[in-house]
């Protein structure tokens, strides 16, 4: 996945370890600053324990070569999507694959090699096309992405209502994610309480900017922390699988099925004496 963000004025993407594997391995041209901010620090090795990570770049090349890159699934367009827009666009990827398969094969073998971008272009989009479900199954709850901790440019601001905009909220990448902060920049104090109700309206604007673009979106669990350098309290929602849901409630009634029978073979005893 890919996502475009507009930082300090200047437009950056950041791009998951998955796709960087991809582009290492294909025969298209990679530009040279592509490559070595991946490899400045040597070799990498891209495995199960990173391939999910993202890799931030903000040179203009860079960034140029990624809005071309149509094969990556560029999160903020396809996590707006319903779960049947997101099927549609997933069989759109399938007809061009299918479209580009029967082209190449209807080449004499000897012809073949004169067309191999075809099957270049063939293998990036099944890339993407197995991407793409990754997006549905975070809006389900069913998988987490590591996402920056980073505002996102284009998120919901709300600040507070006294005269200096004492505190501001601003929405993260990751479209659960928002962040609270002093206007001046300060670090927040521990003991600092930010207004109740703007506290409280942090979770209603994620539930509501998601909702709008989430029909998955029902249980959920809330948790805050304070950033490294204390200039952020940042609050982050995960949506809860009606799977895992449901789990945890049969788990609880079976406690209180097991406890109710401990307590009645307690009380049984205790009237046999």
Do not use: C
């Not at 620090?41 to 324990?49: A, L, N, R, Y």
């Amino acid at each position: 996945m890919k996502i475009f963000n507009i930082e300090n004025d200047k437009k950056v993407v950041y791009v998951q370890m998955n796709d960087l594997a991809v582009i290492m391995n294909s025969v298209e041209v990679v530009p040279a600053v592509v490559v070595t901010s991946v490899f400045a620090k040597g070799t990498v090795i891209i495995d199960d324990s990173n391939r999910n990570e993202f890799v931030r770049f903000d040179d203009e090349t860079a960034v140029s070569f990624f809005e071309e890159a149509d094969w990556i699934v560029d999160f903020k367009k396809y996590y707006k999507l319903s779960e049947k827009e997101l099927i549609d666009a997933a069989q759109e990827i399938q007809n061009e694959m299918d479209g580009i398969a029967s082209e190449f094969n209807s080449y004499k073998p000897e012809e073949r090699k004169e067309h191999m971008d075809l099957r270049d272009r063939h293998e990036l989009l099944e890339h993407k096309f197995y991407s793409l479900p990754r997006v549905l199954w975070f809006k389900q709850g069913h998988i987490t992405i590591p996402f920056p901790e980073v505002i996102d440019s284009t998120g919901f601001v709300i600040s507070s209502d006294d005269v200096d905009n004492t505190y501001i909220v601003r929405q993260g990448l990751n479209p659960y994610q928002a962040f609270l902060y002093r206007n001046d920049g300060k670090e927040l104090d521990e003991k600092e309480l930010p207004p109740r109700g703007m506290v409280q309206s942090v979770q209603s604007l994620l539930i509501m900017n998601n909702m709008n673009v989430n029909e998955f979106l029902g249980d959920f669990e809330q948790t805050n922390k304070l950033s490294d350098d204390k200039k952020y309290l940042i609050t982050t929602i995960r949506v809860v699988p009606k799977e895992e849901k449901e789990k945890e409630k049969k788990e609880n009634n079976e406690l209180k099925l097991t406890f109710g029978k401990r307590v009645k073979n307690a009380l049984n005893k205790f009237l046999k004496g």
